[in-house]
């Protein structure tokens, strides 16, 4: 404490001051008190004033905190977070946050974030995961959202403790026919690809082009559409992939190209000479677009285009893999992916190449792709087994 001389109209006067940290906001703030004497008694008659005058501040800004949190409801604290961790996290995964948020708040409504406890959130997993049958991955992943979001909470001093919310886990159960089957149907065989491809090339050549060039080469739907004629190499036959297309991003935007998914995701993909077919013909038909009509096609330099130069909408390639008749097929771009992955697995390649070069960097994400055992394996092993003996 230290005290300032003032003469004034009054006579001699002492400012008191001191300076306080606030363990609320870790920062210090300064109080004074005016007396009009600078005796010992006048010294420790300030510093008592000083001190009542902080408890006081800190009482009113408690008050004030707790009036706060007992109005603020899950969703509110969850905006917040989503606001706070935005500016760090790709747009494509701010979504993905977006969409878990509304699948929380579908089963709390405006439940005040004091009234959210341990017990809510592990039923909220647990009815998703047990009773919808929803998958392991999305049920996980709104289980690490809702962690995310209480992290943030205790950061904020919303809440003191949230060991019992970090302690939930969810355990796999045994997969049902159902979700077993739709395992198996995430890849396809050599004659439903080729049914699909020709069926898909007498409703959009383009497209047709497009989830074949997947097929060949296992890139995902975004890396395709953000595919340039700049990251093709002819001459050493391969394609280099440092960007995806963002799915919400408006076409023509500047926006519109990402980084990958993640740093594994930067690779040079090796290509045989019918992705390479692909990838001239399409290059040689944009060309001749913006020749013949450069007031519609605005070359920016994307391959695989629509007829005004930008890329394709995943979404509308979509729209066209549903028009695909298959039985027990739900075709979408990344089943294409899978059937690369699948290949590559009949091919007999290690894991490690086959994660190099789809992108991968966690062995299970591979795994779980082709866990199943294609008809041309268990062909091979009939015949390995059959000349077994001891």
């Known amino acids: 404490m230290w005290n300032e001389k003032i003469i004034n109209s009054k006579g001699i006067r002492y400012k008191f001051c001191e300076r306080f940290l606030n363990?609320?906001?870790?920062?210090?703030?300064?109080?004074?008190?005016?007396?009009?004497?600078?005796?010992?008694?006048?010294?420790?008659?300030?510093?008592?004033?000083?001190?009542?005058?902080?408890?006081?501040?800190?009482?009113?800004?408690?008050?004030?905190?707790?009036?706060?949190?007992?109005?603020?409801?899950?969703?509110?604290?969850?905006?917040?977070?989503?606001?706070?961790?935005?500016?760090?996290?790709?747009?494509?995964?701010?979504?993905?946050?977006?969409?878990?948020?509304?699948?929380?708040?579908?089963?709390?409504?405006?439940?005040?974030?004091?009234?959210?406890?341990?017990?809510?959130?592990?039923?909220?997993?647990?009815?998703?995961?047990?009773?919808?049958?929803l998958s392991y991955s999305y049920s996980n992943a709104t289980l690490i959202i809702i962690k995310?979001?209480?992290?943030?909470?205790?950061?904020?001093?919303?809440?003191?403790?949230?060991?019992?919310?970090?302690?939930?886990?969810?355990?796999?159960?045994?997969?049902?026919?159902?979700?077993?089957?739709?395992?198996?149907?995430?890849?396809?065989?050599?004659?439903?690809?080729?049914?699909?491809?020709?069926?898909?090339?007498?409703?959009?050549?383009?497209?047709?082009?497009?989830?074949?060039?997947?097929?060949?080469t296992g890139l995902r739907c975004g890396e395709l559409l953000a595919l340039r004629v700049q990251d093709y190499y002819k001459d050493k036959s391969i394609i280099n992939?440092?960007?995806?297309i963002i799915k919400s991003a408006r076409n023509g935007e500047d926006t519109q190209r990402g980084t990958p998914k993640n740093s594994y995701s930067y690779r040079d993909v090796i290509i045989n000479d019918r992705a390479k077919y692909i990838l001239d013909s399409i290059i040689l038909e944009n060309k001749k677009l913006a020749s013949w009509n450069s007031k519609k096609y605005k070359d920016k330099g994307y391959i695989f285009t629509t007829s005004t130069g930008n890329p394709f909408n995943i979404q509308y390639i979509n729209t066209k893999l549903r028009k695909i008749k298959l039985a027990d097929k739900k075709i979408s771009t990344h089943i294409f992916r899978h059937t690369?992955?699948?290949?590559?697995?009949?091919?007999?390649?290690?894991?490690?190449?086959?994660?190099?070069?789809?992108?991968?960097?966690?062995?299970?994400t591979t795994l779980s792709i082709y866990t199943h055992v294609t008809n041309n394996m268990n062909n091979e092993m009939k015949n390995k087994l059959k000349a077994l003996s001891f």
């Open 340 to 364: 690369h992955i699948s290949i590559l697995s009949e091919l007999g390649l290690p894991l490690k190449s086959i994660m190099q070069r789809v992108g991968h960097n966690d062995p299970k």
């Open 23 to 133: 363990p609320n906001t870790n920062k210090m703030i300064k109080l004074s008190v005016t007396l009009n004497s600078n005796t010992t008694h006048a010294k420790r008659k300030a510093r008592e004033l000083l001190q009542a005058r902080f408890n006081d501040s800190l009482n009113k800004a408690e008050k004030k905190q707790l009036e706060k949190i007992n109005s603020l409801t899950f969703i509110q604290v969850a905006t917040e977070w989503l606001e706070y961790s935005s500016s760090c996290i790709k747009v494509s995964t701010i979504l993905n946050h977006k969409n878990y948020i509304k699948r929380i708040e579908k089963a709390i409504s405006n439940m005040l974030f004091v009234d959210f406890t341990p017990a809510i959130a592990e039923k909220i997993i647990f009815d998703m995961y047990y009773t919808e049958k």
């Open 241 to 244: 992939i440092n960007g995806t």
């Open 148 to 216: 995310s979001i209480m992290r943030y909470a205790k950061k904020s001093k919303y809440v003191q403790d949230i060991s019992d919310f970090i302690d939930i886990k969810l355990r796999k159960r045994t997969a049902t026919k159902k979700e077993v089957q739709r395992l198996q149907n995430k890849f396809l065989n050599a004659d439903e690809l080729k049914s699909c491809l020709h069926q898909l090339k007498e409703i959009n050549p383009r497209i047709g082009l497009a989830m074949e060039f997947i097929a060949l």
